[in-house]
């Protein structure tokens, strides 16, 4: 049994007025464990974005929040950007269009782990190198706009572990790019993740998708966490009816590695 990372109990976010107020995220109870790959699951709108947000500190400030979310192990709240690394949806969001690739990868570096700029661009190079960006030296000193949308979610995800976080939150990093570029992020992300001994929360409403790169699996309905569990169990038992309609669309697509690309719990 693995350590805890995170322990989110009775986890409530709301937004609105009191007589309007609506919830994004309802008494959820979800344990995140150390080292494991944890795939958020669930239609838009569901509250996954939220979670992430929660987890990181980054809620708006106008969010009510409820419940709390403890850190077992951990001597301090984790900071996101030094001990958690987020990954969105569009890399053109977190990557600035004015500053070079090497600026920003090395930037987590210089900020959190203490290094001088020199030290930190070869931490960028080494970095970019290992997410396979070609001609990682030349990259250093181009722009965001110069790179496929494939490339700039690689950079992106160089930039997100560059201050070495033990957390790594992607939260839908593949949506935005065409199957064949999303496999290879998702087996980047899998491969970063076990070589680093990184936990990763990945966040998804393609249960197809998550089911290759998951240990554990959390889905979520209407800000309420429906049905959780190790991925092998909720994909070949689901429990809650709509896991089942959610796992029956992509059936239905017939997606062969559904099953058997999931990870041993
Ligand atoms: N800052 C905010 N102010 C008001 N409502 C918000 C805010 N952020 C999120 N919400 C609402 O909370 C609910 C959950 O949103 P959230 O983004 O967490 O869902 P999601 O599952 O990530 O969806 P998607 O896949 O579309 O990103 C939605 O109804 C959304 O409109």
Same mark, same amino acid.
Request: aromatic share 4%; charged share 20%.
């Given at each position: 049994? #693995?350590? =805890?990372?995170?322990?989110?109990?009775?986890?409530?976010?709301?937004?609105?007025?009191?007589?309007?107020?609506?919830? @994004?995220?309802?008494?959820?109870? %979800?344990? /995140?464990?150390?080292?494991?790959?944890?795939?958020?699951?669930?239609? #838009?709108?569901?509250?996954? #974005?939220?979670?992430?947000?929660?987890?990181?500190?980054?809620?708006?400030?106008?969010?009510?929040? @409820?419940?709390?979310?403890?850190? $077992?192990?951990?001597?301090?709240?984790?900071?996101?950007?030094?001990?958690?690394?987020?990954?969105?949806?569009?890399?053109?969001?977190?990557?600035?269009?004015?500053?070079? /690739?090497?600026?920003?990868?090395?930037?987590?570096?210089?900020?959190?782990?203490?290094?001088?700029?020199?030290?930190?661009?070869?931490?960028?190079?080494?970095?970019?190198?290992?997410?396979? /960006? $070609?001609?990682?030296? @030349?990259?250093?000193?181009?722009?965001?706009?110069?790179?496929?949308?494939?490339? &700039?979610? &690689?950079?992106?995800?160089?930039?997100?572990?560059?201050?070495?976080?033990?957390? %790594?939150?992607? *939260?839908?990093?593949?949506?935005?790019?065409?199957?064949?570029?999303?496999?290879?992020?998702?087996?980047?992300? *899998?491969? %970063?993740?076990?070589? @680093?001994?990184?936990? =990763?929360?990945?966040?998804?409403?393609?249960?197809?998708?998550?089911?290759?790169?998951?240990?554990? /699996?959390?889905?979520?309905?209407?800000?309420?966490?429906?049905?959780?569990?190790?991925?092998?169990?909720?994909?070949?038992? $689901?429990?809650?009816?709509?896991?089942?309609?959610?796992?029956?669309?992509?059936? *239905?697509?017939?997606?062969?590695?559904?099953?058997?690309?999931?990870?041993?719990?």
């Amino acid at each position: 049994m #693995s350590a =805890l990372l995170a322990e989110i109990r009775g986890l409530s976010v709301s937004y609105g007025r009191d007589d309007a107020r609506s919830f @994004a995220l309802q008494d959820v109870d %979800l344990d /995140i464990a150390k080292g494991r790959r944890l795939a958020v699951i669930g239609e #838009s709108g569901s509250g996954k #974005s939220t979670l992430a947000l929660a987890l990181a500190g980054l809620l708006a400030p106008q969010a009510r929040i @409820a419940g709390e979310i403890g850190w $077992p192990g951990l001597a301090h709240v984790p900071m996101a950007g030094r001990d958690i690394g987020m990954v969105f949806q569009d890399p053109g969001g977190s990557l600035n269009p004015v500053l070079t /690739i090497g600026e920003q990868v090395a930037e987590g570096a210089v900020r959190h782990l203490g290094l001088d700029w020199r030290a930190a661009r070869s931490h960028a190079l080494a970095l970019l190198e290992r997410v396979r /960006i $070609p001609d990682p030296q @030349a990259a250093l000193g181009a722009y965001p706009h110069q790179f496929s949308g494939g490339q &700039r979610q &690689r950079i992106a995800i160089a930039a997100a572990i560059a201050a070495k976080p033990g957390l %790594l939150i992607a *939260d839908e990093p593949t949506s935005a790019l065409d199957m064949v570029v999303q496999a290879e992020i998702v087996a980047l992300l *899998d491969d %970063l993740v076990r070589e @680093a001994g990184m936990t =990763l929360v990945f966040i998804t409403h393609d249960i197809a998708l998550a089911s290759g790169l998951a240990d554990d /699996i959390a889905v979520f309905q209407r800000a309420q966490l429906v049905e959780k569990g190790a991925a092998q169990a909720v994909l070949t038992k $689901p429990a809650h009816a709509y896991t089942k309609q959610l796992l029956a669309a992509q059936i *239905d697509f017939s997606t062969p590695r559904l099953i058997d690309g999931v990870a041993d719990a």
